[in-house]
């Protein structure tokens, strides 16, 4: 009876360390993005704020953090934090810093803010629509690089997002109106968009939209006079059927 409780225990036991090891450890890295933008027009100027807690929990007592970007005309400032209050504060003007950080210097938060302007857009694609990368964060230990965390945002300008509103416009018109002669002027103004030819993209838009909505006017019309066709010929069976009645009932009775 002892061997058995002993097995069950040391099965219990394995299981535990099992479930352990998959769980991985307690309280990951955890990062904040609080950029409270979506996309950004090329030339303005935008700026992030990304948070760092438990810069050790999961990582080495020393470690080192790279910041990179694809904005223009950056500023980064690195702020460690304990408890709330600032242990250091380093400031960055390179699309890309590295900054050591040490368990025995003290921290448990890490704040990272960005500042930059939005850069140009090298190649326009309708979709999946341009971005860039606004932050990438990674872990430096050694010769080991992980990748902790990424950001990317749409880019525009304003003749391109012109362009995108337009063919959005008419997608929806053209999704409605199953009409192919629409459907390839869409496809021609996308391509226009790709190309970077935002006024012929604007242009063919305006015609998938139009011809869409004509093809849905015309196909109205046709259910149009499709039912009042069917309900003349409903009308006309009718009277006819009232009419056989009434001269049935007109006709005299026969005398046996």
Known sequence: ???????????????????????????????????????????????????IEDPFTDQPDEWTLRGSTELENVSWTVTVLQQGNQVNETVYGDRTFEQTLSLENGGD?????????????????????ETYVLWDLVSVTG???????????????????????????????????GNQDAQDQLNRSVEAYNGGQFDLAI????????????????????????????????????????YYWRANQDEPTKLQ
Do not use: C
Not at 33 to 38: I, M, Q
């Open 203 to 242: 242009d063919t838009a305006q015609d998938a939209r139009d011809t869409a909505e004509q093809a849905e006017q015309s196909q109205q019309q046709t259910r149009t006079l499709i039912y009042a066709a069917i309900a003349l010929v409903v009308l006309a069976m009718l009277g006819g059927g009232v």
């Open 109 to 129: 938060e890490v704040r990272i803010d960005l500042v930059g302007d939005t850069p140009a857009v090298e190649n326009h694609t309708y979709e999946p629509p």
């Open 1 to 51: 009876m002892s061997w058995i409780r002993s097995s069950k225990s040391a099965t219990l036991v394995a299981l535990f360390a099992l479930l352990l090891a998959a769980a991985g450890p307690a309280g990951a890295l955890t990062i904040t993005d609080r950029t409270d933008f979506e996309d950004s027009r090329v030339g303005e100027t935008v700026s992030t704020t990304v948070v």
């Open 143 to 177: 010769s080991s690089e992980s990748t902790l965390n990424t950001s990317t945002v749409h880019h525009y300008t304003n003749d391109s997002r012109e362009a995108r509103n337009a063919i959005d416009n008419a997608t929806m018109a053209v999704s409605g109106s």
